[in-house]
């Protein structure tokens, strides 16, 4: 079992910055792509941003565009998500997930995090 470990949840006042930071055994990480999905209370799960493997390519929901910024630090396994202009619909558990395709469904991920918490206040 693959452990992926979130860290930099948090609380935060509208229009504030935070910077989510996952890590992943070194097998996991040189292999999969990875990224970034969060669920909001009573709400589905959805990605939020992904990057490859390689690092050549991310994607990012249309409602975060232009907010947040996905990177991996290859040397150190870590994938980080940088949040700015935080809005209280962004209020929701992010989950660190890793998956050796290329479909970023809840289905297609092939080792999750535990989540951590972020929650904007307005």
């Known amino acids: 079992q693959e452990q992926l470990v979130e860290s930099g949840g948090g609380l935060v006042q509208t229009g504030g910055s935070l910077t989510l930071s996952c890590t992943a055994p070194?097998?996991?990480?040189?292999?999969?792509?990875m990224g970034w999905f969060r669920q909001a209370p009573g709400k589905d799960r959805n990605v939020v941003s992904a990057?490859?493997?390689?690092?050549?390519?991310?994607y990012y929901a249309d409602s975060v565009k232009g907010r947040f910024t996905i990177s991996r630090d290859n040397t150190r396994n870590m994938v980080n998500l940088r949040m700015t202009n935080l809005k209280p619909e962004d209020t929701a558990v992010y989950y660190c997930?890793?998956?050796?395709?290329?479909?970023?469904?809840?289905?297609?991920?092939?080792?999750w995090g535990k989540g951590t918490l972020v929650t904007v206040a307005s």
């Open positions: 070194e097998r996991t990480f040189n292999n999969y792509h």
């Open positions: 990057i490859t493997w390689s690092g050549g390519a991310k």
């Open positions: 997930a890793a998956t050796d395709g290329g479909v970023w469904s809840v289905d297609a991920v092939d080792y």
